[in-house]
């Protein structure tokens, strides 16, 4: 009996070093850990949030914003939340319901919605409707996307100028500041973030926007 004991509290003993060890790395050591990983470089940590001139939180540079105000840039489409029935780029990037329009390249609602784009893209940026560039038309996987291609940017420049009274060189001198080139040069093509791009419209016009 006394040797039965004597297991016991052995065994129990040993249980709860364990557990405070375990508890010592998996509850201090290991989140500590990372945390100061994350302050090498915190902007990623955060979630690359991006602020407005009075420092409040206004988006992340991860994540695209819807935008309805003509002297901002226009994202791609998105279907991430958005009526795919009615969608035509003003709405979506709901970040609580990331996903694509699940439509194939033979459907007609696709081929609908692209040109119901393509008109209004259109008449918005008076420029022929056969000279809009594809990611203009189409959403992306996701539908958070942030990027447009360097082409979609520039088709907006005059619209931009215009609205906001900057200068064309001024506006295209923000698209190149905030186009992003491949990883390691090669790896993809580059890209214009129209969040980070809208921001800097935003604090160079010294504008109000009405919706994003």
């Given at each position: 009996?006394r040797?039965?004991t ?5 065994s129990v003993?040993?249980?709860?070093r364990?557990l ?7 509850g ?23 602020y407005?001139?009075d420092?409040k ?6 994540i ?11 994202p ?9 029935a ?27 919605q ?6 209004v ?5 008076g ?18 996307d942030?990027?447009?291609?360097p ?11 215009e ?8 506006v295209?001198?923000?698209?190149t500041?905030?186009?992003e080139?491949?990883?390691?040069g ?9 969040v ?8 160079a016009?010294?504008?109000?926007p009405?919706?994003?």
């Amino acid at each position: 009996m006394r040797i039965q004991t004597v297991r016991t509290v052995r065994s129990v003993w040993t249980a709860l070093r364990a557990l405070i060890v375990l508890a010592v790395i998996l509850g201090i050591i290991y989140p500590a850990g990372v945390w100061a990983a994350g302050r090498v470089v915190p902007n990623r940590a955060d979630g690359s949030l991006i602020y407005s001139s009075d420092g409040k939180v206004v988006g992340s540079k991860l994540i695209g914003q819807a935008v309805t105000d003509d002297r901002l840039f226009y994202p791609r489409p998105s279907a991430a939340g958005a009526d795919n029935a009615a969608n035509t780029g003003d709405d979506g990037y709901d970040a609580m319901s990331s996903g694509a329009s699940n439509l194939a390249p033979t459907s007609e609602d696709l081929a609908d919605q692209i040109e119901t784009r393509r008109k209004v893209i259109a008449q918005r940026d008076g420029v022929d409707p056969q000279s809009i560039p594809a990611d203009a038309l189409t959403a992306s996987g996701s539908g958070l996307d942030p990027h447009i291609s360097p082409e979609y940017a520039a088709q907006q420049v005059s619209r931009v100028a215009e609205k906001t009274g900057l200068g064309e060189d001024t506006v295209r001198e923000l698209v190149t500041q905030n186009t992003e080139n491949p990883p390691l040069g090669f790896l993809g093509q580059p890209v214009v973030n129209t969040v980070t791009l809208n921001a800097a419209v935003i604090a160079a016009a010294g504008i109000e926007p009405q919706g994003r």
